[in-house]
């Protein structure tokens, strides 16, 4: 039996308030040694999830900005999928192009909706909002598939605009912001992914750790899926689908707790 840890990062392998991922290193590096794939799946950007692959060692397939992009490393499966070429990747392209995401909060501003996406922030006002370092903040604003936006006085999006968004063609989903995005979402990903791993291996598992709704596709499409706590103890009132297993610690303990059941066999 082969198994594959898909994983969220913000809020899940990483903490909230300062991005750590150290209480989850003991889990990681037990998956590591027993040759367990680990396939971040986020709504970070290609650039963003590169930085935590190195430093955490990890050199599987990645899922960028809510399943906009897959990235598989060149030779990674004997049997390649089609995909474009880029930096060393074969990628396949679930998401609309960020081009088309830019216009369109442009069109939602002038029908009246008080949005402002990362594409309209200064480099400050992301450093200030995400807590993130310069170098990061920059990271993050090189986007390919989707767009993290503010809707003003709101921490959610009124119906209003979730129903022109998706008279548009668009998608949109809540983490730690907004996003608008295209028609992809990290199950469709996950699937395209799963399907690959299956052809490699004879017998596979699926394992998948998320906290917040936009985690809700991913965590649908495994074997196991887990849901962690956030920082204040609670969960994410609206992941409520049949067959989720909570786990009594936030972030990275929570992570750690649900990898090792894994591991111990427990599921």
Known sequence: MKHIIFTDLDGTLLREDDYSFEDALPAIREAQRREIPI???????????????????????????????????????????????????IMIALGERYERLRAFMGVLRKEGFPVRGFGD?????????????ETEAELARMREFDEPFLYEGA??????????????????????????????????????????????????????????????????????AFLVQRQD?????????????????PGPRGWKLAVERVLNNEF
């Open 155 to 224: 921490s959610r999006a009124p119906e209003s605009l979730i129903r022109r968004i998706e008279e548009e063609g668009f998608r949109c989903t809540r983490g730690r912001f907004l996003h608008l995005m295209g028609r992809s979402d990290k199950g469709k990903a996950v699937r395209v992914l799963t399907s690959l791993y299956r052809s490699e291996y004879d017998n596979i598992k699926t394992i998948a750790v998320g906290d917040s709704l936009n985690d809700l596709p991913m965590l649908r499409e495994v074997n196991a």
């Open 233 to 249: 103890g609670t969960y994410d009132s609206e992941v409520t689908s049949v067959g989720i297993t909570r786990v009594d610690a």
């Open 39 to 89: 396939v971040i799946s986020s709504s970070k950007t290609r650039a963003e999830i590169e930085t935590y692959r190195d430093r955490l060692g990890i050199s599987d397939p990645f899922i960028s900005e809510n399943g906009g992009g897959i990235f598989i490393p060149c030779g990674y499966f004997r049997s390649m999928p089609v995909g474009d070429r880029i930096d060393g990747y």
């Open 121 to 133: 922030m200064t480099l400050k006002e992301v450093v200030e909002l995400t807590g993130l370092s």
